[in-house]
C-alpha cells in the first residue's frame, strides 16, 4: 500500500467529516471508523500512522457516554484524543487547528503526506484485485459521475472480470446512452451491455400523471430491468456500486443520526445477494470527479452537473408523451450547448427544461397554433437545500427562445424560471 493513514474514531461528532478533509488537504489520507472498532479490524487496515479520537457534545448515545477501549487507547501508533475527558479541545482557530494536526500527524506519527490520486488508485487497483480475485463483477453503469467513475476504476483493476449494464430507460439527455458506448466499450474495450428498455418503460409510464408514481415506476422497473440481466449472466460473485463518502455519512453511522437512506443501499431482491465492491466509498464528491479525470475520463462525465435518476421523466411534466419527452430532450440539449459556448458550462451549478402538459395558443406561419411552453431553469447552490436563481444575461435569454421555438416541435414559447429554492424546489415535480 502506496499511502499513510490517519484513522478518525466516531463518537458522534458532527465535524468528522470537515476534520477527514482538513487531513487530507495536509496531504494525508484518512478515514473514519467507528468508535468500538477492535484492535484487530484496526490492525487490518493498512498503514495506519495515528488515531484521532473526536469526541464532542454528541457523545451521548441514550442518555449514556460512550468511551473507547482501553485496547485502543493504548494502540501502538500514536493517539490523539479531542474534546474526549477533559483534555484537548479544538482551537477555533483555524491555523491553531491546523498546527495541532499537523504537529501531530507529521511529528508524532512520522505519517508522509502520500496522498495524491495516482497513489489512490494504485492501492483501489490493488484491494479491489485482493477482494475480488478471479470471480466476476456486475456494475449498473448510469453514465452518472460515480458509476463512470466507478466503472473506470474497476476495468482498470480487473478488466473483462467486469460486466457493465447500461439500461435506456429513455429519460436520457440527448446523447448520453451513446456516449456511454463509446467511452466504456469502444475506448476502454470494456464488457458493456446495452439493453434499450425505452418502449418497457413508457408503455409502464403511460397515463401516469402523479409525480411520486412516475418516479416509484422508474425505480422498479429500474431493478427488474437490471435484475433479469443480472439473471442472464453466470456466475456473478459481486456488485460494483458508486457509493461515495457523503452517502455513507447522510445514512448515519453507528453514532450519527441518519439524515437520509442512502438510495444505493438495498433495491435489489433478497435472492440475488451479492457482495458489495464500493471503491470511491471513502471520496468526497470532488475527490471522486480528480479519481476520473485521472481514469482518463473525458470532462463531460467527469464534470456533469447533478442529474435525477428519473432523469428526465421529471421534466416531462403530468403524463409522459413520447412527443412532449423528444421536445424537452432537444430543448434540453439546445440549452446545454448554448451554456457551454457561453461559458456558463462550469459555472452554474444545475440548468434544465421541462415542458408542461398543457400548450396555449400562439401563431406559426401567419396560422394559429396550439403548443406547450419551455420552462429554462438555471440554479446555484451548495448543498440542494436552497438555491438561487443564475442571472442570465437577457440576450442570450433571447437567442435560446429564438433556437428552441424554431428547431423543437411543438413548442411556441420559451419562459425562464426567476423562482428561488424556497419558494420553489430546482425541479418542477
Ligand atoms: P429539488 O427539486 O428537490 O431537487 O429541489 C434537489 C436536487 O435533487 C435532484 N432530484 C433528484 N435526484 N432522484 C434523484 O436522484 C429524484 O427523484 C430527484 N428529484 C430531484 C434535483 O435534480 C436537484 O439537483
Not at 185 to 209: H, I, P, Q, T, W
Not at 272 to 293: N, T, Y
Request: negative net charge; contains cysteine; hydrophobic residues 40%.
Amino acid at each position: 500500500m502506496k499511502q499513510d493513514m490517519i484513522v478518525i474514531l466516531d463518537l458522534g461528532s458532527e465535524e468528522n467529516a470537515r476534520l477527514a478533509r482538513e487531513i487530507r488537504a495536509l496531504g494525508v489520507y484518512s478515514e473514519i471508523h467507528p468508535h468500538d472498532i477492535t484492535p484487530e479490524q484496526l490492525q487490518a487496515l493498512p498503514n495506519v500512522k495515528g488515531i484521532i479520537v473526536n469526541g464532542g457534545a454528541n457523545r451521548i448515545v441514550d442518555g449514556e457516554e460512550i468511551h473507547v477501549s482501553k485496547e485502543i487507547l493504548n494502540a501502538p501508533v500514536p493517539v490523539l484524543t479531542v474534546d474526549y475527558d477533559g483534555d484537548l479541545t479544538w482551537p477555533e482557530d483555524q491555523k491553531e487547528r491546523e498546527n495541532i494536526l499537523s504537529g501531530f500527524i507529521f511529528g508524532l506519527c512520522g505519517a508522509e503526506a502520500n496522498w495524491n490520486m495516482e497513489n489512490f488508485i494504485a492501492d483501489q487497483v490493488e484491494l479491489i484485485r485482493r477482494q475480488v480475485g478471479d470471480k466476476k463483477v456486475l456494475l449498473a453503469l448510469s453514465g452518472g459521475v460515480d458509476s463512470s467513475v466507478v466503472a473506470a476504476l474497476l476495468i482498470k483493476a480487473i478488466g473483462k472480470q467486469l460486466t457493465c449494464v447500461h439500461v435506456n430507460h429513455g429519460l436520457l439527455r440527448k446523447g448520453e446512452p451513446e456516449e456511454v458506448i463509446r467511452v466504456f466499450r469502444d475506448e476502454m474495450d470494456a464488457n458493456l451491455v446495452y439493453v434499450d428498455a425505452v418502449d418497457r418503460f413508457l408503455d409502464k409510464l403511460a397515463g401516469v400523471s402523479d409525480p411520486e408514481t412516475k418516479r416509484k415506476i422508474i425505480g422498479a422497473e429500474f431493478i427488474r430491468v437490471f435484475e433479469e440481466e443480472a439473471r442472464k449472466l453466470d456466475g456473478i460473485s459481486f456488485l460494483g456500486q458508486g457509493t461515495i463518502y457523503p452517502d455513507i455519512i447522510e445514512s448515519g453511522t453507528k453514532t450519527a443520526k441518519v439524515v437520509k437512506s442512502h438510495h444505493n443501499v438495498g433495491g435489489l431482491p433478497e435472492d440475488l445477494q451479492f457482495e458489495l465492491v464500493e471503491p470511491l466509498k471513502m471520496l468526497f464528491k470532488d475527490e471522486v470527479r480528480a479519481c476520473g479525470k485521472a481514469l482518463g475520463l473525458p470532462d463531460g462525465m467527469v464534470y456533469r452537473q447533478p442529474f435525477p435518476g428519473p432523469g428526465l421523466g421529471v421534466r416531462c411534466l403530468g403524463a409522459i408523451t413520447r412527443e412532449r419527452l423528444e421536445a424537452v430532450r432537444e430543448s434540453d440539449a439546445i440549452l446545454r450547448e448554448e451554456f457551454a459556448r457561453n461559458g456558463l458550462e462550469g459555472k452554474v451549478w444545475q440548468y434544465f427544461t421541462a415542458v408542461p402538459d398543457f400548450t396555449s395558443v400562439g401563431v406559426r406561419e401567419g396560422k394559429r397554433s396550439d403548443e406547450w411552453p419551455c420552462i429554462l431553469r438555471a440554479v446555484n447552490t451548495v448543498d440542494a437545500m436552497t438555491a438561487t436563481v443564475e442571472d442570465v444575461p437577457f440576450a442570450l435569454l433571447q437567442h435560446i427562445t429564438k433556437r428552441i421555438t424554431t428547431e423543437v416541435k411543438g413548442i411556441n414559447r420559451v419562459l425562464y424560471d426567476l423562482t428561488p429554492k424556497p419558494t420553489g424546489t430546482i425541479e418542477w415535480e
